[in-house]
């Protein structure tokens, strides 16, 4: 049976997940905007994500393993998509991206101030989030949100500052 990778090479395989346009906008939406639902994802994404892609790109995290699908327990006819360990651990990729990003491209200082806040937090930073999202996620406790709440506010500071 031919092997369903173009190589075994680990920048290639991660690439084969995450490297269409639009799953890491996905993953940060839940990691970042804690948009869980279908519903959140799609009208709360500032790229627009068309409904026929974000319902295949939620099938593809669920099969490739970096989200779990569950019904939602307040709502029959709706399902909540929880971070897995391996989603979880795309954090310290997304910081290192966003710090990129707000170096070399004409990121906004709105959509920038979490990646700025990241970089400037590093490592011990990158691990707190972690440790909520996997409070969050993978054992449903509502853990004190320190990182996601400080990342919060001050990109709610930002935008009431540019209106």
């Known amino acids: 049976m031919p092997d369903a990778h173009r190589s075994g090479c680990p920048i290639n395989l991660t690439l084969e997940i995450l490297g269409d346009r639009w799953s890491l ?34 099938k593809r995290l669920v099969a490739a393993g970096l989200l779990t699908r569950a019904d939602d327990p307040g709502h029959r006819q709706s399902v909540i998509y929880s971070l897995t360990e391996p989603a979880i651990q795309l954090v310290p990729l997304l910081a290192q991206m966003g710090a990129w990003g707000r170096r070399h491209a ?5 959509l920038s101030i979490r990646a700025q806040l990241l970089e400037e937090g590093g490592p011990p930073m990158w691990e707190d989030l972690m440790a ?15 990182v996601l709440a400080r990342l919060q506010a001050a990109y709610e500071a930002i935008r009431a500052a540019g209106a």
């Open 25 to 58: 906008i996905v993953i940060r939406d839940v990691i970042f905007g804690d948009r869980r639902r279908y519903r959140e994802l799609l009208t709360r994404s500032e790229e627009g994500i068309a409904s026929n892609v974000l319902a295949d790109r939620l």
């Open 132 to 146: 909520e999202l996997r409070a969050r996620h993978l054992n449903g406790v509502a853990r004190e949100a320190s």
């Open 106 to 110: 004409p990121a906004s200082a709105e």
